[in-house]
């Protein structure tokens, strides 16, 4: 979204334009309570950028009504209640959301609680001030290895993250190295205790992503967490924070992953690693949110009895129930990595004894890295929806074995916050579906859209809601993944990762592609559900759409509509760049009814990802041309 600010002063200008003035409302506050003091400020600030200036008068009364769930709260008949301070806020921010859709004020009857404890933002900010996968200028945190805010930027986007219902934020990357592991070490405790302050008056708690091998960097010999003096001196940095941060949130852990050190390096399981940091987390009410994306980052690609996609399960399951209640399990959604499309990770339900946090990226690392317009509620929304181990719609767990959505953070320095104005949706989205994740992709876009542009909001929804289609089409349809530029993933490379240390392959031949997964093959498919199991195990009855991702099928076979596998590739190439096209098109019918700025920055995007989508096109057909020497069904152009 734009900062609250920027949708503000445009629904304002759109109000004075339709000369709809609303009533001038009096905000009747609770005093007792310190946050309606935060709600009563939200919303009057809200209300006077809304243009609710006009001559009936009318009033709003704000209350805490402890019945309600703790960040619940009920709209109606001119009263907003919250279960707590946060609740009321939440409130105030769900009344001003539903007036700037053009809804009377005391016609709003809403009553919502969030399902997720954590709704938590995982920058991956680096401690120089650069974004690791960041696409929207530098850190809002930090500088030249320190913590150095502007505070009133701040301010700004702790109300904008809070007005899509965020309660915690991980400041720093989860990859740490030395200088940004002293982030918890006395010297940098006052400014972590200042930026905390910020978050805490709009209901959001503070993490940080620590390095296992703290205690290490610190002096001592070891960080085996069996070791006393190694848990002494987690409890001590834990003593220290909770003195300074009462509501600190707790620690992110990437451990034993991609060269980071953990337990499995000393010899330790990751529920030891994890219990250590928990238990000097739990006297203080704190939580560790422990990575799941462990995986063998040094295969050799020529052996083949490695599946990457397996490791989560196979670490993890064997574990279940040996981890503390203050310990999270962050799983990425899909068994590999962020890909435009994936199955859910097996892992997700499948612990009965473990809470777990899901873990999204709104950041577009594989998805066209804000320069390419990619709309992840749609892929969020068949996420929720994919079956869970028992069975159900992963989103019915959400709230019980569920606990924590976690979202790799798209925002930084630039000027609109997230780099391309529209994807200011990925963030706005992926706040209200943490929130509450029955809403579908078009229903956030559709708020979002009216929020952000007024009256064009339905083509402009229409418009974003087609883009992972196109851009799933243009780059590595049937799941088919990874064959992305090495190291910065941008851009077409059909064998980039082929015969890299990483585990993800795709084995294309002159006469077949992907890699049998089922229980013929790596026996990923048995990690699933029985029901699901037999479904993806079977190539006529797995999901068209995650084809490539469980089978090795012929370029030959024939998919349902009848074409062969290699047709569907060459057309959905096409296809997905004809769409880019389209969306240029219906850009610029847009121009009279758009802010000159959002239009030509816009515009500017949609021109590169063309380019992008074409240079896809070309290089992705062509290479399968070559491979089967089998040209295009429709006569296009084929580069040979
Ligand atoms: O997708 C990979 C990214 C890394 C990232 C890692 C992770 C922070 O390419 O940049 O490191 O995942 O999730 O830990």
């Known amino acids: 979204m734009q900062s609250n600010i920027e949708v503000f002063k445009e629904r304002n200008a759109w109000l004075q334009r339709t000369g709809m003035n609303g009533p001038t409302l009096e905000i009747i506050g609770a005093p007792e309570e310190k946050a309606s003091g935060a709600a009563a400020r939200e919303l009057s600030a809200g209300l006077t950028r809304l243009g609710f200036c006009g001559p009936q008068a009318g009033k709003i009364i704000l209350d805490v009504d402890k019945t309600l769930p703790e960040e619940g709260y009920r709209i109606g008949g001119g009263k907003i209640s919250g279960g707590s301070d946060n609740g009321l806020l939440y409130g105030a921010f769900a009344f001003l959301r539903e007036l700037a859709q053009g809804k009377e004020p005391f016609e709003i009857k809403e009553e919502s609680a969030p399902k997720a404890r954590f709704r938590v933002l995982n920058h991956w900010d680096s401690v120089s001030g650069k974004v690791e996968r960041g696409y929207s200028g530098n850190s809002l945190f930090f500088k030249d290895s320190k913590l150095c805010f502007d505070e009133s930027e701040i301010i700004d986007y702790a109300r904008l993250i809070a007005s899509v219902g965020i309660n915690a934020i991980c400041l720093n990357n989860v990859n740490v190295p030395p200088d940004a ?121 020529r052996d083949q009895s490695i599946d990457r996609p397996k490791a989560p399960y196979e670490l993890f399951m064997p574990q279940d129930g040996m981890f503390d209640e203050n310990v999270v399990l962050q ?212 999901p068209e759409e995650l084809l490539l991702f469980f089978h090795r099928v012929p370029f030959n076979y024939r998919l349902k509509s009848g074409k062969t596998l290699l047709q569907r590739l060459y057309d959905d190439h096409f296809e997905g760049a004809e769409m880019v096209e389209g969306f240029i098109s219906e850009w610029q019918a847009l121009k009279s009814q758009l802010a000159p700025e959002v239009f030509e920055s816009v515009s500017k995007k949609l021109a590169l990802q063309l380019e992008n989508a074409k240079e896809w096109r070309d290089v992705v057909n062509t290479y399968f041309y070559r491979l089967t020497e089998t040209p295009d069904e429709a006569g296009r152009k084929i580069y040979v």
């Not at 980071?260 to 994890?274: C, K, M, N, S, W």
């Not at 916050?417 to 579908?440: C, E, I, K, V």
């Open 331 to 542: 799983i990425k959604h899909g068994p590999v990595d962020f890909q435009v499309r994936e199955p859910n990770s097996p892992l997700l339900g499948a612990m009965k004894h473990t809470a777990q946090g899901l873990e999204l990226q709104i950041t577009q690392e594989y998805t066209g890295q804000q320069i390419d317009l990619y709309c992840l509620p749609v892929q969020w929304e068949e996420i929720l929806a994919f079956p869970e181990a028992s069975g159900g719609e992963l989103r019915s767990i959400i709230g019980s074995k569920i606990t924590t959505i976690a979202g790799v953070a798209n925002c930084g320095k630039s000027s609109n916050w997230t780099g391309h104005a529209l994807a200011q949706l990925n963030l706005y989205g992926f706040g209200r579906m943490a929130w509450d994740p029955s809403l579908s992709a078009r229903e956030v876009a559709g708020e979002w859209a009216r929020l952000t542009f007024g009256e064009p909001w339905e083509r402009v929804r229409d418009l974003c809601l087609k883009s992972r289609e196109a851009y799933e089409k243009y780059t590595t349809p049937l799941a088919l993944g990874w064959m992305v530029n090495i190291h910065h993933h941008y851009g077409p490379s059909p064998e980039g990762y082929e015969f890299m240390k990483w585990g993800s392959y795709h084995r294309a031949s002159h006469s077949a592609l992907g890699v049998d997964r089922t229980s013929k093959g790596t026996g990923l498919t048995k990690q699933y559900n029985g029901k699901l199991a037999e479904t993806l195990d079977d190539m006529d009855a797995c």
């Open 181 to 301: 592991a002293r982030l918890i070490f006395p010297e940098s405790i006052e400014k972590l205790k200042s930026l905390a302050a910020i978050f805490r008056q709009f209901g959001i708690r503070v993490a940080v992503s620590v390095a296992f091998d703290s205690p290490v960097i610190d002096g001592l010999d070891t960080a085996d967490p069996l070791d006393e003096a190694v848990s002494l001196w987690w409890n001590e940095r834990a003593s220290e924070l909770y003195r300074n941060i009462p509501d600190f949130a707790g620690f992110v852990v990437k451990a034993d992953s991609e060269f980071r050190g953990g337990p499995a390096a000393l010899g330790r399981t990751q529920a030891d690693g994890a219990n250590m940091l928990a238990r000097a987390l739990a006297p203080h009410g704190g939580t560790v949110f422990w990575r799941c994306f462990i995986y063998d980052c040094l295969q050799d690609w």
